[in-house]
């Protein structure tokens, strides 16, 4: 374990905790690296005796996140430590035992870019309520929205090689949500998560944890509300226009051109808001694909309706065309996320 570093980011920390699990990890771990993120000045003195005894330690003057944390972490041992093959990063909270640490680190090859997820067992009764029902969320949110199917999305503990602390510094986020952008930019861009299954300890309840479970939830499921809103609000502008041209054209295909003319305007809007405030993916190629997916849908979308409003005449037009729309939206989601917008993370 010479080349690997362990990462501890750490905020107002339990000095008794921390201190048996950085004595335990030095047992194991040539080095160690200690992120204090703006802890307050009664512990000046816990994170100097570290230094003392042969820790790495970074300061921040003001908290600025677990995610800036980590972004500081990997610069500077970039920077100081250009020969190490890669970092696991852990919670400072007793979570994470040195066996289970040194399981993701071997799992770390500088030639195989891999993300080493320390995933937990959620359906244990050790588990509190809120994180079991937490991560049950985020798991089905993920596998609805992202793609991805992973037993544990919040883990503290993640290994990396070289390769992906370079990649990872340019990621947004600045706290919690950090760790959830490292997930998607691994779907987007096709590199390997790795699940090793570790122990579930939670130390009094989870007490000393400084997740906020309001503030950091909002960052974390930023994305999801955003492609919500945004398929929401271009689904109303559709619905609008559709019934407003109805109600105007007299035309026998009236149903398919009312289509037509409300798609290509929700389209328009569609596409500025998914290419720049959710996917963040905007280029000439996207946009070729987007079209040709609006086009494929916009007349599946003509044609179901017109179908099923002769089907079923008594039955309101705009209702039917609700109905097939939400049924398109989702097939749309998963086409948007695997072919359209899948790329760089930016």
């Known amino acids: 374990m010479n080349n690997i570093f362990v990462v501890v980011p750490t905020l107002d920390p339990d000095e008794k905790i921390m201190q048996k699990f950085i004595d335990?990890?030095?047992?194991?771990?040539?080095?160690?690296?200690?992120?204090?993120?703006?802890?307050?000045?009664?512990?000046?003195?816990?994170?100097?005796?570290?230094e003392n005894n042969g820790v790495e330690v970074i300061y921040h003057y003001r908290n600025l996140g677990k995610g800036r944390a980590i972004k500081n972490a990997f610069n500077y041992l970039l920077n100081e430590h250009p020969k190490i093959i890669g970092a696991v990063t852990c919670d400072s909270d007793g979570q994470h035992s040195v066996a289970d640490i040194k399981k993701c680190a071997m799992e770390i090859q500088e030639d195989k870019d891999e993300l080493i997820l320390g995933v937990r067992d959620f359906d244990l009764d050790i588990v509190p309520s809120k994180s079991k029902w937490g991560n049950k969320i985020t798991r089905n949110i993920f596998k609805i929205f992202i793609g991805l199917d992973i037993s544990d999305t919040q883990t503290g503990l993640r290994g990396f090689n070289r390769n992906l602390m370079t990649a990872f510094l340019g990621l947004a986020g600045e706290r919690y949500e950090y760790e959830t952008n490292m997930l998607i930019m691994c779907k987007q861009n096709d590199i390997t998560i790795k699940e090793v299954e570790i122990a579930t300890i939670y130390l009094n309840n989870n007490v000393n944890s400084h997740f906020n479970p309001l503030k950091d939830a909002v960052l974390i499921y930023r994305l999801f509300l955003k492609y919500f809103?945004?398929?929401?609000?271009?689904?109303?502008?559709?619905?609008?226009?559709?019934?407003?041209?109805?109600?105007?054209?007299?035309?026998?295909?009236?149903?398919?051109?009312?289509?037509?003319?409300?798609?290509?305007?929700?389209?328009?809007?569609?596409?500025?808001?998914?290419?720049?405030?959710?996917?963040?993916?905007?280029?000439?190629?996207t946009l070729l694909k987007y079209y040709v997916l609006v086009i494929v849908q916009m007349f599946m979308s003509g044609c179901f309706v017109t179908y099923f409003a002769s089907l079923i005449p008594k039955v309101s037009v705009i209702l039917i065309k609700i109905v097939i729309d939400s049924l398109i939206w989702v097939i749309n989601l998963v086409i948007q996320r695997e072919f359209v917008f899948k790329g760089e993370n930016k």
Do not use: C, P, W
Not at 26 to 43: A, C, M, P, R, T
Not at 242 to 253: C, V
């Open 24 to 50: 335990d990890l030095q047992k194991e771990f040539k080095h160690i690296l200690v992120v204090n993120d703006g802890s307050k000045k009664n512990h000046d003195k816990f994170f100097k005796n570290l």
């Open 229 to 285: 809103l945004a398929s929401f609000s271009s689904f109303l502008v559709d619905i609008i226009l559709f019934s407003a041209i109805l109600g105007i054209l007299q035309i026998n295909s009236k149903i398919l051109a009312a289509t037509i003319l409300a798609r290509i305007v929700s389209s328009i809007y569609n596409y500025i808001i998914n290419s720049n405030l959710v996917f963040k993916n905007m280029s000439l190629f």
